[in-house]
């Protein structure tokens, strides 16, 4: 069995399958309509789907234990034993434990779920302390890597490397455990090893942010501890998602014999690769093809920076930049696109073929590799929505002195203390997803399918009226997403008919491609709302996305600016707003739950990124009366790092996750002097679990604490599509009987 790396590898590959089939086997088994047996039976087929058009495609590295039931996160944290008592405390099977630490059960909440770096995919929060007892469980891998084998397939394990696990993991000092976990890989490295394991990949992707020296020590010295394990596999370190830094020669002082670099992301890796200087006995695996994003590799290019890692290091590999688990599978399904657009276009499986051309360029020259690609078509530039960028002015992005809005939005809403409201959508029912359909395949009219969902709408007004909440919504029956659907209605957009990623866990998206200037066509929400409205005399909100999460959640150009996208979005949104107000709309929420999701990881990066997206909110919002009350939400990031930015966003009401986290966001806002209206999640809807009243009372006597009743509202952590009915009437019920309790006191 050779131990060479070979020419050509991708870090991950997308796991769901070409049609959500893992998505389908998982929820059946939530809602007990198939057992555990064949909920494995998918999941080895995709398995063995995903090896064998790898192998197919003669890619020279094949990953596996990249499968995962929810998330790889949650996957290490059971490989190195890392599951809390109060999960182990409930007698569960294995697998079943699994799923109450990512969803949760009735008597105990889930881990915190956040995104991963700069992407829309979220990951579990490890939860270690110093009673956790770590234990090397190798099951998972050495299952993968024998069923594979019974393929004739050769892979190469991936796990979470332990630095990037700990950094990534909730607990008071990330490292206080560093050696008790290195020794537990060490375990883990020893078993794949007697398996027969000849290499073994281990993700440090933190390493691409800042990182203090006692940080980068702790990487040095878990790979120096692990490079010294006897009869263990060869060990790639992979990073991506930028530069390195300072991490980079550290871990070249370490035994590990393969170091992946992102060369898209962070093309300053080549320059401290080249200021290194030659390197003996390593690996560099380079990362040349975007797993990132879906436009094609400028193969040329690419093989140009491949030859200067050539001449730096013994041995080169081509790779993804990152797994492919952030871009949909296949191309070659969207018969639909336009050619222009479809021929500048790679997928999963396309990319590992340009991995492959790659890498066989390397070895045997250019010569047949394709041409670049021509300019883009001029069709695709806008010039009047240029020239309106290009006439803004410093007062586009600003509105009226705060105190003078709110007393304004007061006299004209009249809300009681600790207004209620929820953050926009409500459960999508079989019946709207069968209209959807219905109508795309021309089987349902437009006047049938606005009659079913006026039908919809009027039943989340009443049900909402009913309830008591205080600000109401429309349930957003039309929407299939919260971006594809602006998507779908704007110029410059193109949607996809396949183009699934896993957002968490069976939670699966379509980003829309941005491909020219961005354009609104017509209003895209006001018939639903105004619909709405007239159904009843509490303010009901209209519901928009942000320019910063529409890009985040969207794949976006790369010829431009990200920050002149922004503004050509914000001001298709700034015409949405000026509709909505003239139809009587008082209350429009624009979301921003990726308002942190894209802040780059490097510091020196962060300020200039932070300045454009929170001017292209305000210039999406700034179109308003000050009697018209603009609320934002995020959900899901980290905040710390951009707590000023939310306030410089200037919504008049802000709500954010907050369950999960027990509130500890509300500090940090204090303590920075916010001074407007926050709604911190009272009920973590990711979870099936309904919340009981006492809970949720508990959560908002906390928040009572922290930031004065005038200033707080009460909502769940984010939007109630993938929940379902019964316990969003429960759950709210108890919402609302907690803010009426709160209010009493």
């Known amino acids: 069995m050779t131990t060479a790396f070979g020419q050509s590898t991708v870090l991950g590959y997308p796991r769901i399958g070409t049609d959500r089939e893992l998505k389908k086997a998982v929820e059946a088994y939530w809602a007990g309509t198939i057992d555990a047996t064949a909920l494995e039976k998918t999941a080895a087929r995709l398995r063995a789907e995903v090896w064998l058009a790898l192998r197919n495609a003669r890619l020279d590295g094949i990953p596996s234990n990249t499968f995962s039931y929810y998330d790889h996160m949650l996957d290490t944290a059971v490989a190195v034993g890392a599951i809390p008592d109060r999960f182990r405390r409930l007698g569960l099977s294995e697998l079943d434990t699994y799923f109450a630490m990512a969803r949760g059960v009735d008597t105990e909440p889930a881990l915190e779920l956040t995104k991963w770096f700069t992407t829309n995919y979220h990951y579990l929060v490890p939860e270690i302390d110093a009673d956790t007892v770590f234990t090397a469980n190798p099951g998972k891998a050495l299952r993968e890597y024998a069923e594979a084998r019974a393929l004739d397939v050769t892979t190469r394990p991936v796990l979470v490397g332990p630095a990037t696990f700990l950094l990534l993991s909730k607990g008071d000092d990330p490292f206080a455990r560093l050696d008790d976990l290195v020794d537990t890989y060490a375990l883990l490295l020893t078993a794949l090893g007697e398996a027969g394991v000849t290499w073994v990949q281990l993700d440090e992707p933190a390493y691409a942010a800042d990182r203090t020296p006692a940080e980068i020590q702790a990487l040095r010295r878990a790979y120096t501890r ?135 360029a390397l070895r045997d020259g250019t010569a047949h590799l394709p041409e670049p690609l021509p300019p883009l078509p001029p069709a695709w530039r806008r010039h009047d929505v240029r020239a309106r960028l290009a006439a803004l002015s410093v007062s586009d992005r600003q509105r009226g002195d705060y105190e003078t809005r709110a007393a304004h939005q007061q006299q004209r809403l009249r809300l009681p203390e600790l207004p ?159 509709d909505l107000q003239a139809a009587g709309i008082t209350v429009i929420q624009v979301d921003e739950p990726a308002l942190r999701e894209t802040l780059p990881l490097r510091t020196a990066d962060q ?93 908002l006597r906390r928040a009572v604490a922290a930031v004065p009743a005038q200033r707080l509202w009460v909502n769940p952590d984010c939007g109630l599509k993938t929940r379902g009915y019964a316990e969003v009437e429960a759950s709210l019920r108890h919402l609302v009987a907690a803010a009426t309790e709160v209010r009493a006191h």
């Open 420 to 578: 209620t409201t929820t953050i926009g959508s409500f459960p999508q029912t079989a019946e709207v997803r069968r209209a959807r359909a219905e109508l795309r395949a021309g089987t349902l009219d437009e006047a049938g399918y606005t009659a079913r969902m006026h039908a919809e709408i009027a039943r989340v007004i009443r049900l909402q009226e009913e309830l008591g909440l205080d600000v109401l919504v429309h349930g957003e029956p039309e929407r299939n997403d919260m971006v594809q659907y602006f998507g779908e209605q704007l110029d410059g957009f193109a949607a996809t008919a396949h183009g699934w990623v896993q957002s968490y866990g069976s939670r699966c998206v379509r980003p829309p491609i941005i491909y020219g200037d961005v354009a609104r066509k017509t209003p895209m929400t006001v018939q639903w709302s105004a619909y709405a409205q007239s159904l009843t005399l509490k303010p009901v909100k209209g519901m928009l996305t942000g320019p910063v999460t529409i890009l985040a959640w969207s794949f976006v150009r790369t010829d431009q600016p990200l920050a002149d996208t922004a503004d050509q979005v914000a001001l298709a949104l700034r015409d949405e707003c000026h």
């Open 607 to 699: 300020k200039a990124y932070l300045d454009w997206a929170v001017g292209a909110f305000r210039l999406a919002t700034c179109g308003v009366g000050d009697d018209t009350q603009i609320h934002t939400h995020l959900c899901y990031s980290e905040f710390g790092e951009v707590l000023t930015a939310i306030d410089a966003l200037d919504a008049d009401v802000t709500s954010i996750e907050a369950s999960r986290s027990k509130m500890e966001v509300l500090d940090d806002l204090a303590a920075i002097g916010y001074r407007r209206g926050i709604g911190p999640g009272v009920w973590d809807i990711h979870s099936p679990r309904v919340p009981s009243q006492a809970e949720v009372t508990g959560a």
């Open 226 to 360: 692990l490079g010294q394990v006897e009869h263990r596999p060869r060990i790639f370190v992979a990073t991506y998602f930028g530069e390195l830094g300072e991490a980079l020669p550290a871990l070249l002082d370490t035994p590990v014999e393969a170091i992946g670099l992102d060369l898209v992301a962070g093309p300053g890796n080549l320059r401290r690769l080249a200021a290194v200087g030659p390197l003996r006995g390593k690996t560099i695996v380079a990362g040349l093809v975007d797993g990132h994003n879906v436009w094609r590799t400028d193969l040329r290019a690419a093989v140009t920076a491949g030859a200067t890692v050539a001449g730096l290091a013994d041995n080169v590999a081509v790779s993804t930049s990152c797994s492919l688990l952030h871009v949909p599978m296949d191309l070659s399904t969207e018969t639909h696109l336009d050619p222009q657009l479809y021929e500048r276009l790679a997928f999963a499986r396309q990319k590992v073929d340009e991995v492959v051309q790659l890498g066989k």
